[in-house]
């Protein structure tokens, strides 16, 4: 299996061979083993080396998980995505891109555009009231907000579509 791995601004080539396992990062080979634990924890073996893998969460292509108690986030990107982006479709986040969807439940206190506006990329667009706190949520991209799922005082669930917009060009 080929993957794609983007850790802090880093791409890693990771070819995996699971029977022989056998995993490839950027051309360099060697061995290794994982041990699935009942409390959710892996352990991982190359080598001489034990590394503890925890908390592991998978949204899409972004896979958080702490390794030896410092957390990571990674972006996954799996054959397919990588064979359908090199003939030009967008995959996964890609084709999300402008589609804002809310990071917490909590109830829309005011929406600062209306469909049509066109808005840059991080620009406040909606104000959501969450535990008590007002977090600004802002434009994932450039372009024209084409439909506001959402109404003021409406309550929001996690990952709730907010708004969608169209990329200019």
Do not use: C, H, W
């Not at 995996?16 to 994982?34: H, R, T, W």
């Not at 969460?57 to 702490?66: A, C, E, I, L, T």
């Not at 996954?76 to 891109?97: H, I, M, P, R």
């Not at 555009?113 to 009231?129: F, H």
């Amino acid at each position: 299996m080929q993957f794609e791995t983007t850790i802090q601004d880093q791409v890693f080539d990771v070819e995996i061979d699971s029977p022989s396992s056998e995993a490839q990062v950027n051309g360099n080979s060697f061995p290794y083993k994982l041990i699935f634990q009942e409390n959710g924890r892996v352990l991982f073996r190359t080598g001489t080396k034990l590394y503890r893998i925890d908390n592991i969460s998978v949204d899409n292509q972004k896979v958080s998980f702490s390794l030896n108690g410092r957390f990571i986030e990674a972006f996954v990107k799996n054959e397919q995505e990588l064979l359908l982006e090199k003939l030009g479709f967008k995959t996964g986040l890609a084709s999300q891109e402008g589609r804002l969807n809310a990071p917490m439940p909590g109830k829309i206190l005011e929406l600062l555009v209306q469909e049509g506006d066109s808005v840059e990329a991080g620009q406040p667009v909606i104000i959501l009231e969450a535990m008590k706190m007002e977090n600004e949520l802002k434009a994932p991209i450039q372009g024209k907000v084409a439909t506001l799922q959402i109404s003021q005082n409406d309550n929001v669930e996690k990952n709730q579509p907010l708004l969608e917009i169209e990329p200019r060009g």
